[in-house]
């Protein structure tokens, strides 16, 4: 009788388990499918950030392009780029279901296509220039260190006044009004000092009697000039005589900007003399540089050989 009604609290027991078990199985199908979000659209550099509600006892998984994967229920992605745009999908999985997947669509901007400056290569020491942004982008921004902007910064143009000897830089913003991402860009302007003048001596000899020949002086700057430089030259005569020797000259020797050269041709006569004789090219009134040299107009020496 013992043993038989011990049977019988046995089964009844197991039976009581096995109904609990089955009242308390989850059924998966009635699990919903996750939602997931991000916080874009982003801008190229910008910092992902992909969410879905929070389930107690959930264990989570992040799948994306290039490779993506998290068990993050928040994961986050570093300096995105347009390569990490597209779809994301998260499954979340508890009491052992794991449901239809969440989706999200993630779009990082690329920055605008050019943030270019257009200026210059080089400038004058305290000399005025001009740079220029790319068009149809918004809220231009201008800064300018090793000089001062002129006016308005905040347009597609910059006006500025170079400063001393060195390097000129120009940070320059702005924001592509289609996708609100910005972008930053400089350059760097050599700054040169005001040119100085000089001119080489020219030593040939003499053509034959009552020929005649030309003497060219070079007239150089020591440093491109971003402004017009000009000189005015005249020639002098030492031993050699004017209208005997050598036709006098004068004129003014004009430089566009980056021009460092120019030439200026004296013509020498042939007068069948024997001993040497020289006259003098002389630079004087200079604009936009300088023409002294050891506190003397700077000039060049002809010297007429026999």
């Known amino acids: 009788m013992r043993n038989g009604l011990r049977q019988q609290v046995v089964v009844f027991i197991c039976s009581a388990l096995l109904a609990m078990s089955a009242f308390a199985q989850v059924d998966c199908s009635t699990v919903a499918a996750p939602s997931a979000s991000n916080f874009g659209p982003y801008c190229d550099g910008s910092t992902v950030a992909l969410s879905t509600p929070e389930v107690t006892g959930a264990t989570y998984f992040w799948s994306g392009p290039n490779g993506f994967a998290s068990t993050d229920r928040e994961p986050t992605l570093a300096n995105a780029t347009a390569a990490n745009s597209g779809m994301y999908f998260v499954t979340v999985t508890v009491d052992g279901c794991t449901p239809q997947q969440g989706s999200t669509n993630v779009v990082v901007n690329a920055p605008p296509p050019t943030t270019t400056v257009y200026a210059r290569s080089y400038i004058t020491t305290n000399t005025s220039g001009t740079a220029t942004g790319p068009a149809g982008l918004s809220n ?72 005649t020949t030309t003497f060219d002086f070079h007239i150089t700057l020591n440093y491109p000039s971003s402004r017009t430089v ?54 004087t009134q200079p604009t936009n540089a300088i023409a002294i040299v050891n506190g003397y107009p700077a000039r060049g020496t002809g010297v007429i050989n026999p």
């Not at 400063?163 to 592509?176: E, I, K």
């Open 230 to 283: 000009t000189v005015v030259y005249y020639t002098s005569a030492q031993t050699a005589v004017g209208n005997v020797d050598y036709v006098p000259s004068w004129g003014t020797i004009t430089f566009p900007p980056g021009t460092r050269e120019e030439t200026e041709s004296i013509i020498v006569k042939g007068t069948g003399a024997r001993q040497q004789k020289q006259f003098l090219v002389i630079l």
């Open 140 to 211: 231009y921004s201008w800064s300018v260190a090793g000089g001062t902007a002129n006016g308005a910064t905040d347009g597609q143009t910059v006006n500025f006044t170079a400063g001393a000897p060195g390097t000129l830089t120009l940070n320059f913003g702005a924001t592509d009004p289609a996708t609100g991402c910005s972008a930053t860009n400089s350059t760097a302007v050599t700054v040169y000092p005001v040119p100085t003048i000089s001119i080489n001596n020219v030593v040939a000899k003499a053509p034959p009697k009552g020929m």
